[in-house]
T-cell receptor, first 114, second 113 residues
């Protein structure tokens, strides 16, 4: 049973560029959440997708957008990259948005903005 | 708003020592509480959870009890091993905030032989 997978593993971009990160949830899961984890910090919630709609959003600017596909996989898009966007981006999946079941995390995509 | 505060590290222990990592929370409702572990170069793994007051979560020798009266969820292990070296994150999910997860800043644990 495959867990949560993310691609790519590492990415280097230049300021002002745009980036797309991808996530496939754990088999049987229908809800995907995205987090930004800066070095030495805990993950910060970006947004959550369920039934192909953004259900919850954290305190992130509109430069961060996403999408969920009918097969439950998801993309995170970041426009007009800033140096401060350099971080580990984590995708987490769960069965429905219910928090009590916990979330399963992928290994993350390390984004470096130069 | 909701938040999690956990003990700052880093923590260094000798093998077989006792471990306690403190975690307290603030929530508007009745959250579910979690401990996640992150091994070097890997993503977060769910270690244990508790969904209501007085519940005890346990896994791999780790335990944590949901204490509503002290708003705490401290992580404990009686005898740590070198393989327990990792970063530990306390987290909560609150129905009142749409089940959004809030994480603490993490506590780095190093266990030396």
């Amino acid at each position: 049973d495959a867990g949560v997978t993310q691609s790519p593993t590492h990415l280097i971009k230049t300021r002002g560029q745009q980036v797309t990160l991808r996530c496939s949830p754990k088999s049987g899961h229908d809800t995907v959440s995205w987090y930004q984890q800066a070095l030495g910090q805990g993950p910060q919630f970006i947004f959550q997708y369920y039934e192909e709609e953004e259900r919850q959003r954290g305190n992130f600017p509109d430069r961060f957008s996403g999408h969920q596909f009918p097969n439950y996989s998801s993309e995170l898009n970041v426009n007009a990259l800033l140096l401060g966007d350099s971080a580990l981006y984590l995708c987490a999946s769960s069965l429905a948005p219910s928090g009590s079941l916990g979330q399963y995390f992928g290994p993350g995509t390390r984004l470096t903005v130069t | 708003g909701d938040s999690v505060t956990q003990m700052e590290g880093p923590v260094t222990l000798s093998e077989e020592a006792c471990l306690t990592i403190n975690c307290t929370y603030t929530a508007t409702g009745y959250p579910s509480l979690f401990w996640y572990v992150q091994y070097p170069g890997e993503g977060l793994q769910l270690l244990l959870k508790a969904t209501k007051a007085d519940d005890k979560g346990s896994n791999k020798g780790f335990e944590a009890t949901y204490r509503k009266e002290t708003t705490s969820f401290h992580l404990e292990k009686g005898s740590v091993q070198v393989s327990d070296s990792a970063v530990y994150f306390c987290a909560l999910s609150d129905l009142n905030t749409g089940n959004q997860f809030y994480f603490g800043t993490g506590t780095s644990l190093t266990v030396i032989p």
